[in-house]
């Protein structure tokens, strides 16, 4: 792990953290950097990613199976809707081939992209129409 040395404006939980310092209790946050284009869908893979951290510092006996399939089911679901626009598609295989993240310019892309609000959106609605309903739970009660 690597000490934070930011010192800009923070949300609630650097409110937090600061206020449980002050009342003399040690606080730590854990986050997981996932893609902006995704950053508003619950995501799988970040959990796991932080449960596996947890983990580690721990040295806990987690059973992360139901979590691993769900990751597996995820990243499934996200193909498909990658599949779906091919823009999309490409955006998004020259950032995973980047190191860092780095504002592409749209000629490399071949025109316009979609706005990062827009692919949420579709990447939600996608997930939705895919989430099993009441009636379609496959796991019995």
């Known amino acids: 792990m690597k000490p934070s040395r930011y010192e800009g404006p ?3 939980v650097g409110v937090l953290s600061s206020a449980a310092r002050a009342a003399g ?16 869908v619950e995501n799988p893979r970040a959990t796991l990613a932080l449960l596996h951290r947890v983990n580690r510092l721990f040295d806990g006996p987690l059973d992360l199976a ?8 995820f990243d499934a679901q996200l193909a498909e ?8 598609a490409s955006y998004v295989r020259k ?5 860092t993240e780095v504002e ?3 000629a490399e892309m071949g025109g316009e992209l979609p ?4 692919l ?10 895919e989430r099993p309903g009441p009636s379609q739970d496959p796991t019995p009660e």
């Open 10 to 12: 923070t949300g609630i």
């Open 25 to 40: 209790f040690a606080a730590v946050s854990l986050w997981a950097n996932v893609p902006h284009y995704i950053a508003t």
């Open 66 to 73: 139901e979590l691993e399939e769900a990751g597996t089911q």
């Open 81 to 88: 809707v990658l599949a779906q626009n091919r823009k999309v």
């Open 95 to 99: 950032l995973e081939a980047k190191d």
């Open 104 to 106: 592409l310019p749209l």
């Open 115 to 118: 706005s990062g609000h827009d």
């Open 120 to 129: 949420v959106a579709e990447i939600e609605r996608f997930l939705r129409r």
